[in-house]
């Protein structure tokens, strides 16, 4: 228990101080860790029937990541981020010269690794893009606002779980639990307008609504996915919290999904 603590109070320090340094930073960090979360999604799924093309994978998620990156920080023109396409066919191509027995459970395996590890966090950068400018406290919101969600669950799970939510996947999870993280959530976006600005309080709540409900579901993705693979945790970088994947169950659903709300909104 004193292992997690430590390791999450550096994390959460690592993480805030990255999204508040200056855009190269976070840029950098955030797009770092969603290869790391993609090669984490390969290692787990590599068995004797499924082998990922970890390096052609990881190349494709590394350049798309510098792509965007360099998109957003206004270095290159929108028509550059085509050239990702190159990338994505040569995973088809060489799984011809590799004679395996089921190359398309490689390559399907290739892609889900980019698209559920590796572009969520782009979205999540491009959270401090989303005005123009960057802005920092967007996604710093969202972190907290994701951060309250999960304690408010904790919480209220502990002390008043009783129904459960999804036993099938996650026998811990309970509607008490899902309802106080909400609550928890929407309660401190609401104040998030005061400190933050950036957003208007309806916005702020309504990011919150979205975070509670497609966070809750991402987490459970998760668990179906570590259910599916017969594993407890997605890795060790993170001691007492397993992997990337673990800790950013929530972000890999909710990210997208915000960044499409304050895109139109």
């Known amino acids: ?17 990255a999204t508040l340094l200056n855009q190269y930073v976070f840029v950098a960090f955030f797009s770092l860790i969603g290869v790391f979360a993609a090669r984490e999604f390969f290692v787990i799924c590599k068995t004797e029937e499924t082998k990922p093309l970890m390096a052609l994978g990881l190349g494709t998620a590394a350049v798309l990541a510098l792509l965007v990156s360099l998109y957003l920080l206004g270095q290159i023109d929108v028509k550059y981020l085509w050239l990702i396409l190159p990338l994505f066919s040569f995973i088809f191509i060489a799984s011809l010269f590799l004679k395996r027995d089921k190359p398309f459970h490689d390559i399907a395996y290739t892609y889900l690794g980019i698209w559920y590890g590796a572009i969520p966090f782009l979205f999540f950068i491009a959270l401090g893009f989303v005005q123009g400018t960057f802005n920092p406290y967007i996604p710093l919101g969202f972190l907290i606002i994701l951060w309250a969600n999960d304690t408010g669950a904790y919480l209220s799970g502990r002390a008043f779980g009783k129904t459960k939510l999804f036993e099938r996947i996650s026998p811990n999870k309970t509607w008490e639990g899902f309802i106080g993280g909400v609550a928890l959530a929407v309660l401190i976006a609401l104040n998030l307008e005061q400190y933050f600005g950036s957003l208007t309080k309806m916005q702020w709540g309504s990011v919150a609504l979205i975070i509670s409900v497609f966070g809750t579901l991402g987490d459970l993705v998760e668990s179906m996915l570590k259910r599916s693979l017969g594993i407890k945790d997605s890795g060790q970088i993170l001691p007492g919290h397993g992997g990337f994947l673990d800790r950013f169950d929530g972000l890999l659903i909710a990210a997208p999904l915000v960044f499409l709300l304050l895109l139109f909104i």
Not at 1 to 17: D, E, H, Q, S
Request: aromatic content about 12%; overall charge positive.
């Open 1 to 17: 228990m004193k292992t997690r603590a430590i390791t999450g109070l550096f994390f959460v320090i690592a993480l805030v101080l």
